[in-house]
């Protein structure tokens, strides 16, 4: 029996797109933070007596799609150990609300985690990324803390993440402002397949992001959360811009996210630096230096109220311990 915990990330620089749908390599190279208040702790358990694997999430038992893909985890770390026996998985959200901010990253790296100890297994870093990717792309970045890289590679053993910088020592910090309206969603896996096959404007990414990547990592190494911030917006920007422009174009963003990157806007002509980012949902984060953190929270308290918002810093890795 093992348990891990893996703090969630957010994308400064997104990974939006697969070259290998089944391995889950990326079109491109990817950056995200990792955040402190996200994280979800996992234990996992191989039972003989088990003839199905039994997955529980904060307390309620998963099936359908969401249960086979924590199955398909625990078949690759049956097959690399040479287990047979299904596994009980047990696993909590930490979200400081339960709207919407629940996410995949921490849930597969922290699934990796546990899996592959409870299993035998003793995993590098690297091998513990590469697996937690098997479940999905954006949970190979949770393995590390801090500012994290995802090299795109071009394989299974070429894809996988590397820690840019663990101890962030600078004031970076994201606002998480909850706009969840529990509409059905579109998938970020079915969201970006769409974008890759149908957006004219696809082909372009793969340039934006190399230019992305290049300016946040000068960005970083000269500590400039303006620049930072203003990389990561306008890469957000043009993530978007590919499910807009796909057949069927659809949109993540409600009005309420819309509101929110309006009022970031503003708060930028008043002075207050600050920058937006949003995934596959109508969430919007907003990062900004520590220094601005009272006006910008109290700017978004008065439209949203601070039930909504989350601050967030730098987070740590993986941890994982046998029970
Ligand atoms: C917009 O990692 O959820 O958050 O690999 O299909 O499981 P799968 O997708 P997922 O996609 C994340 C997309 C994103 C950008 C990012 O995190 O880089």
Not at 18 to 24: A, V
Not at 169 to 187: N, P, Q, R, W, Y
């Amino acid at each position: 029996m093992a348990t891990a915990k893996a703090h969630t990330n957010i994308a400064l620089v997104k990974y939006w797109g697969k070259k290998d749908q089944e391995l889950i390599i990326p079109q491109t190279d990817s950056l995200s933070l990792t955040l402190d208040e996200f994280y979800t702790t996992t234990r996992v358990n191989f039972d003989q007596e088990l003839t199905a694997d039994q997955v529980m999430i904060n307390g309620q038992q998963l099936a359908g799609p969401a249960a086979a893909k924590v199955t398909h985890l625990l078949d690759i770390v049956r097959q690399r150990s040479g287990l047979s026996a299904r596994a009980r998985v047990d696993s909590q959200n930490h979200v400081p609300t339960a709207a919407g901010l629940a996410s995949s990253a921490s849930a597969f790296a922290a699934l990796a985690g546990a899996a592959s100890r409870a299993a035998g297994l003793q995993l590098s870093r690297r091998e513990l990324s590469r697996l937690a990717r098997r479940g999905s792309g954006s949970a190979t970045r949770s393995i590390y803390g801090g500012l994290v890289e995802w090299q795109a590679g071009h394989d299974d053993q070429t894809s996988y993440a590397l820690p840019i910088m663990e101890q962030v020592d600078f004031g970076i910090e994201m606002i998480a402002i909850l706009v969840d309206t529990h509409k059905k969603k579109v998938s970020s896996r079915f969201g970006m397949q769409q974008s890759v096959s149908t957006s004219p404007y696809y082909r372009v990414w793969p340039e934006v992001v190399a230019r992305d990547m290049a300016a946040v990592k000068k960005a970083i190494a000269a500590q400039d959360i303006d620049q930072i911030g203003a990389i990561a917006e306008e890469n957000a920007l043009r993530m978007h811009a590919l499910t807009l422009s796909a057949d069927p174009g659809f949109t993540y963003f409600d009005s309420d996210t819309i509101t929110a990157m309006t009022i970031v806007r503003e708060l930028r002509e008043n002075g207050v630096n600050c920058y937006f980012t949003m995934d596959a949902g109508p969430n919007v984060k907003v990062i900004y230096d520590q220094v601005n953190r009272k006006a910008v929270y109290s700017t978004l308290a008065a439209q949203f109220g601070t039930d909504r918002l989350v601050v967030a810093k730098p987070g740590p890795g993986i941890e994982i311990w046998n029970d």
